[in-house]
């Protein structure tokens, strides 16, 4: 990492340092939480977790070559430095900030209730055409996550995509603290998280503390087609950008050719410009995180060209609208996490299929008291997308499973419907439920642990 020396970081984090003066001037090789990852030289901060108290790794850190370490408590009488503070968690997202002010390097901060880690590597993937990129990896987008992304920029990193989630009022001023980004992004305001942030105002409210922090003379890229984006007016007095399919749009998609499960064509407009790309991964939502991506190269210097290549050559992660083909069955494992737009999308991405289609959906949470509509709407949404077989996992899917019944009674339709309580429940059944060459669609909440049942259907 960057030159960051001991003095800098006690200063940085309001810490009283212990030890030899001499080790004041001494830069850490990198700052870990996890005592595994701390390298010769690094810095160890010790945060208590839910299960596990960092603090009790301090001595076979330092033992293991460490050159500090923070911590909440007094280690007593011992002969390695360290550097005390009120709160290591706190600590560590001012270490964090005082890092990336030191560095000389644009910031995309992504957020956005449904979307935020497809754009983010959508536009990671654009803006690798042209520049050395460091992006957020798996879900460390949060108060821990994101300032350990933040460790990870290198000198040779020209330009950082991070992702930015919050679940509550306050978290995303205090990540926006740390990430200082040039460039925001907001996919779109839907209604994941509405138990802590009470509606779709509150959670406009929440994701749009990201522009407190924002550099000077930065770009704000917003989704046109939102109504709560579109015709918002942030106080630091930038004018938005706008990206959608409406033609007030700057960034906007015309003659858009659906592909099914190989994905999107479709001619691009820009304020200077018209191209034609094609996207990889199936879905209409994609469309939307290619023209995110346009606009970011655009406020980037980059050419058409340049993120034409980025649009075609942005492939799935795991867990995120991934097609697995098997010998036996073609499965869209978009298990990471699920709230009621992107379950919705991702029925709709199902749909194309010319086979059997096969939704295997769980529970959804934190949707506050609107939650057993919203899994009831998930099934009319599948019964009305024409989904063959219907599988809801979970206490909260028996509402999902009720409207897809409803909805099929009264309108004729063919989806057929079933509940189980567990996983296990449903394994034991899968063998007379699933037919050679479906496609099967595996989505929920994070904590319903559906890479399971993806696991499950690969064996």
């Known amino acids: ?97 005082h890092y990336r002010t030191s560095l000389d390097i644009k910031v995309v901060g992504i957020s956005g209730s449904v979307g935020k880690t497809s754009t983010k590597e959508m536009i990671a993937s654009v803006l690798g055409q042209k520049y050395r990129v460091l992006k957020t990896e798996g879900n460390f987008n949060n108060e821990i996550g994101l300032p350990l992304t933040v460790f990870n920029i290198r000198e040779e990193h020209e330009i950082a995509v991070l992702e930015m989630g919050i679940s509550g009022f306050g978290e995303m001023t205090r990540l926006a603290k740390v990430a200082r980004p040039d460039i925001c992004v907001l996919t779109n305001i839907g209604s994941a998280h509405l138990e802590n942030l009470g509606s779709r105002d509150g959670i406009l409210k929440a994701k749009t503390e990201m522009f ?8 704000i890229i917003l989704n046109g087609d939102d109504d709560k984006l579109r015709g918002f007016t942030p106080e630091n007095g930038i004018s938005p950008v706008y990206f959608g399919l409406d033609s007030s749009c700057a960034f906007r998609a015309e003659h858009i050719v659906n592909r099914g499960l190989k994905g999107t064509t479709a001619e691009f407009v820009t304020p200077v410009s018209r191209f034609c790309a094609h996207i990889n991964i199936p879905g209409s939502h994609m469309v939307h995180n290619a023209l995110a991506g346009i606009a970011v ?150 904590g319903m642990e559906f890479p399971e049942i993806v696991k499950h259907l690969q064996e």
């Not at 407190?212 to 770009?219: F, H, K, L, P, Q």
């Open 1 to 97: 990492m960057k030159h960051m020396s001991l003095q800098e970081i006690t200063h940085a984090c309001h810490g009283v340092y212990h030890g030899h003066a001499v080790f004041l001037a001494k830069e850490v090789s990198n700052v870990a939480i996890d005592s595994r990852k701390v390298e010769k030289g690094g810095l160890f901060i010790a945060l208590k977790g839910a299960r596990v108290d960092g603090h009790s790794f301090i001595p076979q850190v330092m033992e293991n070559g460490a050159l500090c370490a923070v911590s909440e408590q007094e280690p007593g009488d011992v002969s390695y430095p360290y550097i005390q503070v009120d709160s290591c968690e706190q600590a560590l997202k001012d270490i964090a900030e």
């Open 212 to 219: 407190t922090y924002m550099n000077a003379g930065g770009t």
């Open 297 to 446: 190269g655009y406020a980037l210097g980059m050419t058409d060209e340049e993120i034409a290549r980025g649009i075609e050559a942005n492939v799935t992660i795991a867990g995120r609208n991934n097609l697995i083909e098997t010998d036996r069955y073609t499965i869209i494992d978009d298990c990471y996490n699920a709230n009621p737009a992107s379950m919705k999308a991702s029925l709709d991405v199902l749909s194309f299929a010319d086979t059997r289609t096969v939704a295997i959906l769980g529970s959804m949470f934190e949707l506050g008291e609107t939650s057993e509509k919203m899994h009831y709407d998930v099934g009319v949404h599948a019964a009305e997308a024409g989904i063959n077989v219907l599988i809801c996992i979970g206490d909260l899917t028996r509402s999902t499973a009720r409207g897809a019944e409803e909805t099929a009674e009264k309108k004729g339709l063919s989806t057929k419907v079933f509940h189980f309580d567990t996983k296990a429940d449903f394994f034991r059944e899968a063998g007379n439920l699933l037919k050679e060459k479906d496609t099967i669609l595996v989505k929920a909440s994070h």
